[in-house]
């Protein structure tokens, strides 16, 4: 199904690494596909020496899929490069049972798909009904649920990794095998975020590594990534994040001002001074409003950093305490007054998250040095610690319902799209609630982890591939112009979506 010239061909390797399906090796410098390739041409589109000619010439047994653009041709026993549809002999099947029930917990009936996407199949060329339309009577009303596995060009990831370390500064590119997938965004409480994936990515000269990349990460895959000018992340959605081969494990209960005005009257009682060091907001105990508010008076230590306000200063981002450029606990004080500070004076400094600690006391000459921590700082730790959440990755899919997520389930899309945004409609995604985007179009976004498991797949056009659920009342479904005359019901779906034949 592909001609490699072998004399073009410079035996890079990057054929073997995009096949989707692994049919392709590279031995001796030259590249051999397996009876598994399925013509589906990426390893043609991503060769840098237009090496490879793919073709999709009819043989004994073979069977052609046109569920997407690529039209894979698949040999008996495998499968096509979505991995969705497998040739049984001689039959196209989808190759994953109807999933019925959804994962999430719904508050009403209205708002429970009675069948999930999962399994479903797709309606392309957008011409066909949706592959089912079923309906059930539940507490008196008639609700329809239309489902199928929608492939979205316009669509992406965004990881939340809970942690204080630095992994990166803002708008820096994100990439995967040296690829570009996605880039940083801006920090949220306690968290780093990634965008990954979008159409501009999808349909650039990176496009099926960001395509993968996004579904390995929806499936809740393990996946390798590095930052420009920054860290390298090995992330899992539900797992902790491991950030330059360092797994963290808590993240912060707030910045270090935060920290100070949730613990001021504690740490009152057992320091004469506290510096919280955090690379967004340093806190300095004394000066502080919660400082002053429990009848401290300014200790006349300053913490390195930009003052702010009262008591807060700009952190620096770095790899030392608190994720910022301290390296060593005496770091993190800029000068020490003696005019107002005292020799004997104890100094706690300390990361937001409590991980590390250290007691300084002010010498005759306005020095520090480290002495022990007494047991009372020790208990306060604890309790620094033990009120931070663990740190892990999660992620909220993203994606826009266009022509082929709605083709299939009416013949007035505007109607479908005002209907979802009114509530009359209730869209979910393998069996998960969605937040529909304000504004124009069916844009939602979806926590993964609600998702029905590896429920998401990608296409070498490329996109990614979403099984969509609308759920209505008959009347509704009726009113938007719905293709009524496929209605059948759940018991009917299932048995026919337990591997049921693909036609066109």
């Known amino acids: 199904m592909i001609q490699v010239d072998q004399e073009t061909c ?47 010439e009819a043989e004994p047994g073979a069977v052609q899929c046109f569920s997407c653009p690529v039209q894979c041709l698949v040999r008996e026993g495998y499968s096509g490069a979505c991995k969705r549809y497998a040739n049984k ?48 009577k539940v507490d008196d009303v008639e609700l329809v649920t239309v489902v199928t596995e929608a492939p979205l060009s316009y669509s992406g990831i965004k990881i939340k990794i809970d942690t204080n ?57 393990k996946v390798e990534l590095s930052v420009e000018n920054g860290s390298k992340l090995e992330i899992r959605i539900g797992d902790k994040p491991v950030i330059d081969g360092r797994q963290d494990t808590r993240m912060r209960i707030g910045c270090g001002s935060a920290t100070i005005g949730l613990f001021a009257r504690r740490l009152k009682d057992i320091v004469e001074e506290a510096i919280i060091l955090d690379h967004h907001i340093i806190g300095l105990l004394s000066e502080h409003p919660a400082g002053r508010e429990v009848g401290m008076k300014y200790s006349g230590i300053t913490p390195v950093g930009r003052k702010s306000t009262v008591g807060r200063y700009f952190g620096q981002a770095g790899s030392g305490w608190g994720d910022t450029v301290v390296e060593n606990p005496a770091e993190a004080v800029a ?118 498991p590896r429920a998401f797949a990608w296409v070498p056009t490329p996109a990614t591939v979403a099984p969509l659920e609308y759920t209505m009342t008959l009347k509704t479904y009726e009113k938007i112009g719905g293709k009524t005359e496929y209605i059948t019901t759940v018991e009917d779906a299932l048995r026919r979506g337990s591997g049921e034949r693909v036609s066109y």
Do not use: W
């Open 10 to 56: 410079r035996a890079c390797g990057l054929c073997v690494q995009e096949c989707p399906l692994g049919a392709l090796t590279l031995e001796a410098k030259k590249i051999t596909a397996s009876p598994a390739c399925s013509s589906c041409g990426v390893c043609s589109k991503v060769c840098p020496h237009e090496a490879i000619t793919v073709y999709k």
């Open 89 to 136: 002999k001689g039959v196209l099947v989808r190759n994953r049972r109807l999933v019925e029930k959804p994962l999430a917990d719904y508050s009403s009936p209205g708002y429970r798909p009675l069948i999930t996407g999962v399994g479903a199949g797709t309606t392309y060329p957008d011409s066909k009904p949706a592959p089912y339309i079923v309906s059930r």
């Open 165 to 221: 370390f630095h992994i990166g500064e803002e708008g820096a590119r994100v990439r995967r095998h040296g690829k570009l997938v996605g880039r940083v965004t801006t920090e949220e409480y306690g968290s780093k975020m990634l965008a990954l994936g979008g159409v501009n990515l999808l349909s650039g000269e990176t496009g099926f590594t960001v395509a993968r990349t996004i579904v390995d990460l929806a499936n809740k895959e």
């Open 335 to 452: 000068k020490v007054d003696m005019s107002i500070a005292r020799a004997g004076m104890r100094l706690l400094v300390t990361e937001t998250t409590g991980r590390r600690a250290a007691l300084l006391e002010v010498t005759p000459s306005g020095g520090l040095r480290e002495i022990p921590l007494t047991p009372e700082v020790v208990d306060f730790m604890h309790t620094l610690a033990e009120s931070c959440e663990e740190s892990r990755v999660s992620g909220i899919y993203t994606g826009g319902s266009g022509g082929s997520a709605r083709a299939g389930v009416t013949d007035y899309p505007l109607r479908l799209t005002r209907s979802v945004h009114s509530g009359e409609v209730i869209l979910t995604v393998g069996g998960a609630p969605v937040y529909i985007l304000p504004g124009g179009g069916i844009n939602f976004l979806v926590d993964v982890e609600k998702v029905i």
